[in-house]
Structure formats: structure tokens, C-alpha cells
């Protein structure tokens, strides 16, 4: 069974640019949720969605926004990136949502902001 | 504020030095605390779920306990393939809006 995979791993952008980070959850999985990990913050949640809607969100601006397709394929968007944007950003997927025990962590993508 | 903190940041142990890791919490209303274990270059790994005081769960030489202000993980006889960074996470009761707040890690390195 195939785990949940991310792309791109790496990407080095610029300030005021923006960036789509994408997320294929395992199969047969509704809901995946978004997070940013950086040294200083830790892990902290951005937004989970399921079957289409957006089911929990994090304290992030609106830069950050999201949205998944009816095959529960997920993408992450970040816009006029900010040098503290940087940080590997890890989805998760589970079955149901809100079902943090049963969550599977892709590898993450890691986003340096220059 | 709802907060969750790890202590300590950073801990060595030689194999087979029995140890606790602690994430304590300050939370409005908790619905679960999650154990995860994150190797470099990875995602966390789900370890462990807890939903209330007195609840215990053991997996190999882990075991995560629960009380109504934090929770320890403790690792007996550790093996050099237990380094790796441990996170604990808590679920808030908030109607539509299930918040999981991480702390910030555990660093955790076993010398043989």
C-alpha cells in the first residue's frame, strides 16, 4: 500500500512570490491536513479537509490557503511568501476526519524563502 | 492560552538506560493526547492515543501514561534505534473547530 506522498521535496523560492505544494493521501483516505514545522514553532496545524471542504483550521493568515479534489488529492497555497515562511511543510492523511490517532505523515516538502 | 510543553528539549541515554520523557498541557478542554516519534528527514509516526487520566498504552519498550495535567513517555532498556525525536500533541474539544497543538520535541539520542 502506498504511502502518502508530497511534491515537490524541495523548492527554493523568493520573497513575494507564491508557491503550490501538493499532497496525495493513501488510498481510500478523506482527509488531509496540513502542517508547518519549522525549528523555532515546531509542528503547528495549518488546515484539514475532507471530502472537499475544509473541516479545521490552524491560526494562520490568509496567505496559506488550501483545497482537495474530489480524488482527495490536496494542495496547499502559499502566497507573497515571507522569509519566515520557511520550513518543511508535512500532510497527513486518515480515513475519517479529525482522526489525528490514525494519521499517516507524507515526507514533507521543504520550502526555503530567499 | 491553550499550550503544550516537552521537557527535555534534548536527552541522551546509553542503551539500556531507562528513561521518561514529559509533555505537560494547559488546555480549555482536552479530547486526546498523541504520542508521535519523528525520524530526520521523515514525517511523525503515530505512536500512541490517550483520552483519559489513569490511561496507560505500551508498545515494545515504550509505554505513554496520562494524568489530568500531563503525560509521560517512558522508554525502558532503549536501544540505539529508539533515537529520534518524540512529539506529543493534544486534540481540543471545540465545537467545529478540533484544534491539535504539537509541543515542540523531545531530541532523544541512545548510544550503544
Known amino acids: 500500500k502506498a504511502g502518502v506522498t508530497q511534491t515537490p521535496r524541495y523548492l527554493i523560492k523568493t520573497r513575494g512570490q507564491q508557491v503550490t505544494l501538493s499532497c496525495s493521501p493513501i488510498?481510500?483516505?478523506?482527509?488531509v491536513s496540513w502542517y508547518q514545522q519549522t525549528p523555532g514553532q515546531g509542528l503547528q496545524f495549518l488546515f484539514e479537509?475532507?471530502?472537499?471542504?475544509?473541516?479545521n483550521k490552524g491560526n494562520f493568515p490568509g496567505r496559506f490557503s488550501g483545497r482537495q479534489f474530489s480524488n482527495s488529492r490536496s494542495e496547499m497555497n502559499v502566497s507573497t511568501l515571507e522569509l519566515g515562511d520557511s520550513a518543511l511543510y508535512l500532510c497527513?492523511?486518515?480515513?475519517?476526519?479529525?482522526?489525528?490517532?490514525?494519521?499517516?505523515f507524507g515526507p514533507g516538502t521543504r520550502l526555503t524563502v530567499l | 492560552e491553550d499550550q503544550v510543553t516537552q521537557s527535555p528539549e534534548a536527552l541522551r541515554l546509553q542503551e539500556g538506560e531507562s528513561s521518561s520523557l514529559n509533555c505537560s498541557y494547559t488546555?480549555?478542554?482536552?479530547?486526546?493526547l498523541f504520542w508521535y516519534r519523528q525520524d530526520p528527514g521523515k514525517g511523525p509516526e503515530f505512536l500512541f492515543t490517550?483520552?483519559?487520566a489513569g490511561e496507560e498504552k505500551e508498545k515494545e519498550r515504550l509505554k505513554a501514561t496520562l494524568t489530568k495535567k500531563e503525560s509521560f513517555l517512558h522508554i525502558t532498556a532503549p536501544k540505539p534505534e529508539d533515537s529520534a525525536t518524540y512529539l506529543c500533541?493534544?486534540?481540543?474539544?471545540?465545537?467545529?473547530?478540533?484544534?491539535?497543538?504539537f509541543g515542540t520535541g523531545t531530541l532523544l539520542a541512545v548510544q550503544p
Open positions: 500533541a493534544v486534540q481540543l474539544y471545540g465545537g467545529a473547530t478540533n484544534k491539535l497543538i
Open positions: 497527513a492523511s486518515s480515513r475519517l476526519a479529525w482522526a489525528y490517532n490514525e494519521q499517516f
Open positions: 490517550l483520552y483519559s
Open positions: 479537509y475532507f471530502s472537499e471542504t475544509q473541516r
Open positions: 488510498s481510500g483516505h478523506r482527509s
Open positions: 488546555v480549555s478542554g482536552l479530547r486526546g
